[in-house]
């Protein structure tokens, strides 16, 4: 069904639900994401259940999941977010969640040391509105830094996570996905 989505300054018509990610279109959505020149300026990694799905678990994704790292430099990392995410609506019909991470936090290692890590986090918008209704999780403590760009702490492991590694579940290593 056609919905209207604002996400920061993307405006456009999607089908909501939006389509599950496939193998074929992160592929695809990776090679035209890697042609935008700011791709060069970070360590881009696919993180998330749509990586753990890759490796073969048996998991349930809605989302790719990609973290950026690197430099905060912000006129490049607001259009990198922008234009992939962007991409992925028009183009893929899939959400493309991308944030820029001070740290790659290693859940392993912090569930293992009984620890948690605050890191800064970068994303378009606190807000993602399907039909005027926001879907996103709010978000306590934020700050625009520019235009589409917003500042969060965000805190590792989530508490969803520390259920999952509770539980058993093992998470893998973040995928860098381009070199």
Known sequence: MDKHLKYGDIELMVQYPFSKPTKETFDNWKKDFLKLKEAKSFKIYLVGTFSEKL??????????????IGKPYVKKLEKLIYEGTRLGFEKYNTFFDIMWFSEMPNYDELWDEKKALVIDVCLLSPELLIDGVNINSKLKLKNQISKNL?????YFPTTKQSQKMYDGFKYSQPMLIND
Request: aromatic content about 6%.
């Open 55 to 68: 490796l073969g678990k048996d998991v349930d994704c809605r989302d790719v999941d990609i973290v950026l």
């Open 150 to 154: 917003w500042v969060t702490p965000a």
